[in-house]
T-cell receptor, first 112, second 118 residues
Framework: RKEVEQDPGPFNVPEGATVAFNCTYS??????FFWYRQDCRKEPKLLMS???SGNEDGRFTAQLNRASQYISLLIRDSKLSDSATYLC?????????????FGKGTTLSVSS | ETGVTQSPTHLIKTRGQQVTLRCSSQ?????VSWYQQALGQGPQFIFQ???????GRGNFPPRFSGLQFPNYSSELNVNALELDDSALYLC?????????????????FGPGTRLTVL
């Protein structure tokens, strides 16, 4: 089983749609969770951290369920500029430093 | 811009050759991590340097090695290149204390070096 698994995608949605990405992780001792965004041929950039209480940033909502080892990202009112690859990322508690473990990524394409 | 720079931006090598990639961390950042991202995959952790010492390593063979300098810039060296080493190599820097990440603490990624091995 991979350490971090994501929906394979791609997701093709019209502008204004709501889209949800799911992610599961295998190491129950993981402590930190993130969603990164990566544009084509660019470096990943932090989109948001994910906390057990859930967190929201504008149109983006992230949720963490530690019991199920499940992370989600909800994007409401999709914009063309949301088109990118979304990476689910976990910091494994048994590794030193910021050994971030990335999922394979899910590609989102928003069309007009 | 993140303030993390990498050089070169692109590189073409042949099998068996050696390559050195460079990373300048953001000002004030003492920790640098290196990642390999193959096409269609997420980045994979290679290793991390904190205060000039390697203090974490992923599942990569010894022919992947690195250095960190007193100014916290870093190099990734790959010996005996193989075709599967073709990838985007990313470095990321942060201000750290050498221990595990236990709270929100953003890493800043550089733009990457795209290595092609023929």
């Amino acid at each position: 089983r991979k350490e971090v698994e994501q929906d394979p995608g791609p997701f093709n949605v019209p502008e204004g749609a709501t889209v949800a990405f799911n992610c599961t992780y295998s190491n129950s001792a993981s402590q930190s969770f993130f969603w990164y965004r990566q544009d084509c041929r660019k470096e990943p950039k932090l989109l948001m951290s994910v906390y057990s209480s859930g967190n929201e940033d504008g149109r983006f909502t992230a949720q963490l369920n530690r019991a199920s080892q499940y992370i989600s990202l909800l994007i409401r009112d999709s914009k063309l500029s949301d088109s990118a690859t979304y990476l689910c990322v976990v910091n494994m508690a048994n590794q030193a430093g910021t050994a971030l473990i990335f999922g394979k990524g899910t590609t989102l394409s928003v069309s007009s | 811009e993140t303030g993390v720079t990498q050089s070169p931006t692109h590189l073409i090598k042949t099998r068996g050759q050696q390559v050195t990639l460079r990373c300048s961390s953001q000002s004030g950042h003492n920790t640098v991590s290196w990642y390999q991202q193959a096409l269609g995959q997420g980045p994979q952790f290679i290793f991390q340097y904190y205060r000039e010492e390697e203090n974490g390593r992923g599942n990569f063979p010894p022919r992947f090695s690195g250095l960190q300098f007193p100014n916290y810039s870093s190099e990734l060296n790959v010996n005996a290149l193989e075709l599967d080493d073709s990838a985007l190599y990313l470095c990321a820097s942060r201000r750290g204390s050498g221990g595990p990440l236990t709270s929100y603490n953003e890493q800043f990624f550089g733009p990457g070096t795209r290595l092609t091995v023929l």
